[in-house]
T-cell receptor, first 111, second 114 residues
């Protein structure tokens, strides 16, 4: 069974304090790993797709990386507007097309 | 760019009533998904449709049904509502490129059952 574990569950940072969120996964062959940002009461917003180990994607202050067992979402010099829940999802190479979601990391950035 | 549209955005129902949620996917997307998200929970997959045919089924209660119409919009029908059905309901759509599912989510419908 595909499993996705995100850590930490919650993270508080000061503005400008860089950090990383972790997404560990167990899947029988990875087709894709996805990162989403979700603001309270809103739908998840697509950020990145990673396909293979060693791949990196960047968007503004966010950089996502991928290994064979985990993905990191690095946040450089965060701002209060980066506060949100960050969700990771994995899609297996075989079987169902439906991605498996992690529980998310709730990030709060204090000014 | 066009996004996924959901209606209504908020819905209040009494127990045992019925509710219908609507979803309009991004144009040219071929797959629609329905998710339920409780407070502090990750989105739970309910059901999906590929080219108007049901393709995958998740933890959808028997009281719920869904369909996708010829114009690709989808409706989630919920009957005999229970208090525990109160949640955010998201629709997502994707275009399956080489089997890869990049889902784009709508703003959600907040259902409150009293």
């Amino acid at each position: 069974e595909d499993q996705v574990t995100q850590s930490p569950e919650a993270l508080r940072l000061q503005e400008g304090e860089s950090s990383s969120l972790n997404c560990s996964y167990t899947v029988s062959g990875l087709r894709g790993l996805f990162w989403y940002r979700q603001d309270p009461g809103k739908g998840p917003e697509f950020l990145f797709t990673l396909y293979s180990a060693g791949e990196e994607k960047e968007k503004e202050r966010l950089k996502a990386t991928l290994t064979k067992k985990e993905s990191f979402l690095h946040i450089t010099a965060p701002k209060p507007e980066d506060s949100a829940t960050y969700l990771c999802a994995v899609q297996a190479a075989g079987g169902s097309y439906i991605p498996t979601f992690g529980r998310g990391t709730s990030l709060i950035v204090h000014p | 760019a066009a996004g996924v549209i959901q209606s209504p955005r908020h819905l209040i129902k009494e127990k045992r009533e019925t509710a219908t949620l609507k979803c309009y996917p991004i144009p040219r997307h071929d797959t629609v998904y329905w998710y339920q998200q409780g407070p502090g929970q990750d989105p739970q997959f309910l059901i999906s449709f590929y080219e108007k045919m049901q393709s995958d089924k998740g933890s959808i209660p028997d009281r719920f049904s869904a369909q996708q119409f010829s114009d690709y919009h989808s409706e989630l029908n919920m009957s005999s509502l229970e208090l525990g059905d109160s949640a955010l309901y998201f629709c997502a759509s994707s275009f399956q490129r080489e089997g890869l599912v990049e889902q784009f989510f709508g703003p959600g419908t907040r259902l409150t059952v009293l």
